[in-house]
């Protein structure tokens, strides 16, 4: 039996999309990745929803073991994401990171040269606005988060305030100020 090389020439980098919950994260990966040929959307969330039992997500109390929990999924993630990467697909990560030691994590785990982190900032009132109007709604506002995020972060990766955008018009936001358009040609 002849053995199928799973990796080629590799993709040129990860994109970790961040923001708070609410922010556009998951609809903006996911829109995000459908523009290349090759791409691979990772959400972390489902990542967590794998633990059968003991699975601790994380609340505004501080649970010790669901901050563990938090590193575990990202782990996991970066693991998924150098796989995807090898493989030629661009993996597009969609977690909820706003601490210094998070981001610094990530940066640790992923072995792929080229990490490219990226914060959606629409601020927490728009925010909170489009989580109760979704479906998968939250019913703990973590608007606190946002200045969490700013403080810790602002200083790393793009930062694209879509607030105001529409989901097209926040990937074009990206692919441009991560240079991912020119080096990947969208599909």
Not at 75 to 102: E, I, K, M, Q, Y
Not at 139 to 153: G, I
Request: charged letters at 25%; hydrophobic letters at 45%.
């Amino acid at each position: 039996m002849d053995l199928v090389p799973v990796d080629v020439s590799p993709a040129p980098g990860v994109v970790l999309l961040s923001g708070i919950p609410g922010s556009g994260k998951t609809t903006v990966a996911a829109a995000l990745a459908a523009r290349f040929a090759r791409s691979a959307h990772v959400e972390v969330d489902g990542l967590q929803s794998l633990i059968v039992s003991g699975c601790h997500w994380p609340d505004p109390d501080g649970d010790p073991e669901a901050d563990r929990q938090i590193f575990l999924r990202a782990r996991n993630a970066s693991l998924l994401a150098d796989s995807f990467t090898a493989a030629g697909f661009l993996p597009v990560l969609d977690d909820v990171v706003v601490r210094r030691s998070h981001l610094d994590f990530y940066r640790s785990q992923v072995r792929t040269e080229r990490f490219l982190p990226v914060f959606l900032a629409p601020g927490p009132d728009k925010a909170w606005e489009r989580n109760n109007a979704r479906h998968k709604r939250l019913t703990t506002n973590w608007a606190f988060l946002d200045e969490a995020m700013r403080a810790e972060l602002s200083a790393d990766g793009v930062w694209i305030d879509n607030a105001d955008l529409t989901v097209d018009e926040t990937v074009d936001a990206v692919l441009a100020a991560t240079g991912l358009a020119t080096e990947l040609g969208a599909a």
